[in-house]
């Protein structure tokens, strides 16, 4: 299976900042990438897929990046309801993997 | 508008066959290319798929969980139901149906259900 490792496992920050989350895959997964929003209680959250390409109904600020091993999800300003845990996964090979996760916390 | 909501017991013994069904609205697996999946998230572990049925009745398991799996729709009823036998309280997770997009991401998800193994 191709391992998904997301940095940094947590962070810190305040609204307004700009926030970016790396994922790296164990082999080359084009641009056969997806990131998600996790909050507790709700429905997991299609942010971006095909690495960069936003999901409908997403705000722009939020932006994916990257292929073949190394990808990143940028929030460009952080707003209060963005604070949730991301996670990637490549769907390149089967099965599809995800990353460990990246929970976002106020500072 | 697209959703999806998981449906079983919260509580299951070791040994015994876990039923979830997702039941979805907003789309139909009769349509040419639909899927529809099952990911897991075991408490503080990452997610982890486990199976996936299309709109030809095709299906696919996670390998580790091949004999355990058994993934079946329901079209008339716009449902998917997932079995899994011999549950053993590492089976404890939240459990999640997801429609599959344009390509092998997950566009929507069910809220999730959480199902604990404990004698």
């Known amino acids: 299976d191709i391992q998904m490792t997301q940095s940094p496992s947590s962070l810190s920050a305040s609204v307004g900042d700009r926030v970016t989350i790396t994922c790296r895959a164990s082999q080359g997964i084009s641009t056969w990438l997806a990131w998600y929003q996790l909050k507790p209680q709700k429905a997991p959250k299609s942010l971006i897929y095909d690495a960069s390409s936003l999901q409908s109904g997403v705000p722009s600020r939020f932006s994916g990046s990257g292929s073949g091993t190394e990808f990143t999800l940028t929030i460009s300003s952080l707003q209060p309801e963005d604070f949730a845990t991301y996670y990637c996964q490549q769907y390149d090979t089967y099965p599809p993997t995800f990353g460990g996760g990246t929970k976002v916390e106020i500072k | 508008q697209v959703t999806l909501k998981e449906s079983g017991p919260a509580l299951v013994k070791p040994t015994q066959t876990l039923t979830l069904t997702c039941t979805f609205s907003?789309?139909?697996?009769?349509?040419?290319?639909?899927?529809v999946g099952w990911i897991r998230q075991p408490p503080g572990k990452a997610l982890e798929w486990l199976a996936r049925?299309?709109?030809?009745?095709?299906?696919f398991y996670r390998t580790s969980l091949r004999t355990r799996l058994t993934i079946s729709k329901d079209t008339s009823k716009n449902q998917v139901v997932l079995t899994m036998t011999n549950m053993d309280p590492v089976d404890t997770a939240t459990y999640y149906c997801a429609r599959f997009g344009s390509t092998d991401y997950f566009d929507y998800w069910g809220q999730g259900t959480l199902v604990t193994v404990s004698s």
């Open positions: 049925i299309d709109w030809d009745d095709d299906k």
């Open positions: 907003g789309f139909s697996l009769s349509t040419t290319e639909m899927r």
